[in-house]
């Protein structure tokens, strides 16, 4: 059903949670995990930019957690850090590696904040040629 799958990370407790389900639906599917972490160029570019050897400490520690994850597994994993907007950075990967499903997790963000600041994984459902599997925050089942 699955050989590729793709789950974005930033590290957080919401990305976490939805590792573990990528990581199970990729051992229960024999499937290949892709790891991606990308820095946002927003952050990465801004007028008060943080150090670029943080930005990239962040995202070797963010794709190493889940690559221990699926190693415990014994599923493949392919790891990458890009540059990028996030949504549209996560959705050429999956173009470009024939991706079959995204795992993500969701913030939970609403209302107003969700208005200003937009979700990504929100874009990321609306633009994606595949599937999306959100995964909520923990308490939010």
Not at 7 to 16: C, E, K
Not at 58 to 76: F, I, L, M, Q, S
């Amino acid at each position: 059903m699955f050989d590729h799958i793709l789950v974005p990370t930033d590290g957080s407790d919401h990305a976490a949670r939805a590792a573990g389900y990528a990581v199970d639906l990729a051992a229960t599917y024999g499937a290949a995990l892709h790891v991606l972490y990308v820095v946002d160029v927003r952050v990465a570019h801004a007028d008060a930019p943080a150090d670029d050897d943080e930005l990239q400490t962040r995202g070797e520690r963010a794709v190493g957690d889940v690559d221990a994850r699926a190693a415990d597994r014994d599923v493949p994993v392919e790891t990458e850090i890009r540059v990028g907007l996030p949504h549209e950075t996560i959705i050429d990967y999956g173009r470009e590696r024939d991706i079959d499903l995204v795992v993500m997790g969701t913030h939970g963000t609403s209302g107003l904040e969700r208005y200003l600041l937009g979700s990504v994984a929100e874009r990321v459902v609306r633009l994606s040629d595949v599937p999306v599997l959100c995964v909520p925050p923990a308490g939010d089942d």
